[in-house]
């Protein structure tokens, strides 16, 4: 199986790569288009801000290869948020693939929310066998609310996606390759898809 992590200067991708030689795997750090494009699972990671991370993928014209694959897609993080139409965070425009916003959590709360929170209402196979109100590990100051395509929630005052998932296209508020042996399932069961 070959897996490809988009390498576009924005991201956690050593981490993500360790993750997935632990589970039995070898992937490749790519923002090689025909790389990406002849992949069997696409792990799109993200750390940092987000206008900064959309110039990225524009300018190597990756914002529009990624809304057209057809192979499994996980967005980590800032990864899935970019996926999303659009993020407060530096009015960034996002490639649209879910259809909802992001926004910023209320000044009221300590942003960004960094540690272990819980997941709910785990939907689609990439929660096979993750049981409800499981810990994960969070580091995000914006949020997609809750919307047609969350197939995960969670809860920081607010109830908010932990996670989306449109056809082949999957995203995670959470970091899954810090997430310990929960984070190793969900990445196990978006490989085994």
Request: glycine letters at 8%; aromatic letters at 10%.
């Amino acid at each position: 199986m070959k897996i490809v992590i988009i390498n576009y200067g924005a991201g956690n991708i050593q981490s993500i790569k360790f993750a997935i030689n632990r589970l039995g795997y070898n992937a490749v750090l790519s923002h090689d288009a025909e790389e990406i494009l002849s992949a069997d699972k696409v792990i799109f990671p993200g750390v940092g801000e987000a206008s900064s991370a959309m110039k990225k993928l524009v300018d190597s014209g990756l914002d529009t290869i990624i809304p057209k694959l057809s192979q499994p897609v996980l967005g980590i993080c800032l990864g899935m948020q970019l996926m999303c139409n659009s993020s407060e965070e530096g009015n960034t425009i996002g490639m649209g693939i879910f259809d909802v916003d992001v926004v910023k959590f209320s000044n009221v709360l300590k942003v960004p929310q960094i540690g272990w929170n819980q997941i709910s209402n785990l939907k689609t196979d990439i929660f096979h066998t993750v049981p409800e109100k499981e810990y994960i590990y969070m580091v995000h100051s914006f949020y997609a609310p809750v919307c047609a395509e969350t197939i995960a929630e969670s809860d920081y005052n607010v109830t908010y996606s932990a996670a989306l998932g449109k056809d082949n296209f999957y995203g995670t508020q959470f970091h899954p390759e810090k997430s310990s042996l929960i984070g190793s399932t969900i990445l196990n069961n978006f490989l085994a898809l």
